[in-house]
């Protein structure tokens, strides 16, 4: 390799032949089903895809989340081998894109002649030579396409309506090779024959040509150590505040900034995020001046190597579970340095259906006279902004409430972990909610009374009721509006609907277990202040 203007280039001549490792790239054949998020006990038409994968220590392949994501049946072929081997998902992190996949099916057989790929240690140079290897749409055979290394940034790897209750930037990879679809989860290589990272995403259209992404090596071992020390991906250490810029002249002499001092003013930070001492870490109108070390600018950007800047936002992002980060801030006119480990925060819109299960892939449900409620969460807002176009049918989509908490996110406080934003997603008609016209995809505030926090809060409220015979459940929505419903007619009509629509309980499961254990509990209680004042 040769230095050149500080950044390190390779010549093709020093790349090593890749060909020892195609019997270890492998070919995901997979089938599966996602979710009807209109009609959350349904699931849509059966689909199969295809992906790419490589064999990495532990017997163990590394792919895509995407790429496994609601498989119900998933296959692996190598190169040269017509057999297709049953595998199944043992981890997954959709924040990463990264999944793990294991072989359960002639285990011995398939591993027969296939080595596991070893990582890069560190992040590749720009115009550094990559080859990416994997099974991309046009052929059944092993593909490989050769590029550089085009740009190192930090981005959001969640390119969704919902991105922004993600877990922040993380450090991405641009390659000038082309990533087709069917490409994903396969090893870019460099010039050493290291895996530099995992194809998983690539750009097209009339003013793009050839731009692919990857996801470094650096943060694939830090999901593999995570995997190693837990069973399973923890989540990815999050940015426990937000900032605004200190480009403003009247801001920065409001908040005594030193002329030369560069960074950016905390506006909002969470209560999780603590000092070693049990206090909150960081405070509102603190002047964050350098992580790590590292100087941060008025835009909270931060320079990665020579004259690379990116978003500060991987110095926190891109560490593993256990390491501590070191804040340097001026608060109230003075310098101080605050350490702590952070990790996930939990996000104000769960990023999976039920965020206290993060292997759920369903969400839950409960249907009281026709009307069809879930707890709000990120996947209903689809994966682009095509996939709107069937909730701006229902109504106009989600009122200004649900917007406003999709587009300005705030921190969950302590003790609101288990809240749920409870929404009317749609009526099921019927003679006994006839006349009603109210806006669906509305949050519900109340219930004959009681503030509906959860899908447990409201199933309680629901049962309380009919136990109790109140002739009226009267539900408030935050945008004011009311619907009066017959309490016994709710039962019958829920039952005609569950047949008509072939629903498998008006009630899903989850939410009925909680139910049940919750009144368990209940029933529980004064037997045991009974044993106790017996004993006195």
Known sequence: STQSTGIETTTMSSCPSLQPHFPSVVKLEVTGTSVDWLQPWRVNSQKSWGGSGFAIKGKRILTNHHVVCDATDIRVRKNGNSKRFLAKTICSSVELDLALVEV???????????????????LPFLQERVTVIGYP?????????????????CKNYNITNSSKHTSGNLLIVQIDAAINPGNSGGPCFDHNGQVTGVAFQGLSGENLDNIGY???????????????????????????FHWHNL???SLRHSLKVPRGMTGVVVVDASPRALAPDGSTLLEKDDVIFAIDGHTLGDDFTVTLRNDELVHAGFLITGKRAGESTVFSVLRDAKRIELTAELGPLPAPIPRYPNEMDPDSVRPCWAIIGGMVFVPLSCPMFGTSHKSWSAIWKLSGGPCAAIQEMLNN????LPGEEEKQCVVLLQILRADLNHGYTIRRWNILHSLNGTTIDSMLALAQTYRAAQEGGEPWLKFTFENGGQIVLDTELCAETDDKLQEQYKIPSVISKDVQQRLDQAAERKEAEPKTKRRKSSRR
């Not at 749409?137 to 940034?153: A, F, H, K, L, Q």
């Not at 830090?222 to 399973?232: D, E, M, P, Q, Y």
């Not at 996110?409 to 969950?412: A, G, L, N, T």
Request: hydrophobic share 35%; proline share 6%; charged share 25%.
């Open 214 to 240: 990857i996801i470094p090596s650096t943060l694939v071992q830090s999901f593999l150590h995570s995997v190693k020390c837990n069973g399973r991906f923890k989540g990815v250490p999050q940015v426990p």
């Open 409 to 412: 996110p705030k921190f969950v």
């Open 137 to 153: 749409t046009g052929g059944s055979t092993v593909c490989v396409t050769e590029g550089v290394i085009s740009r190192v940034d």
């Open 247 to 249: 480009h403003n002249k």
């Open 104 to 122: 359960v099916e002639d285990v011995d057989v398939f591993w027969k002649g296939v080595k596991e790929i070893s990582f890069a240690e560190r």
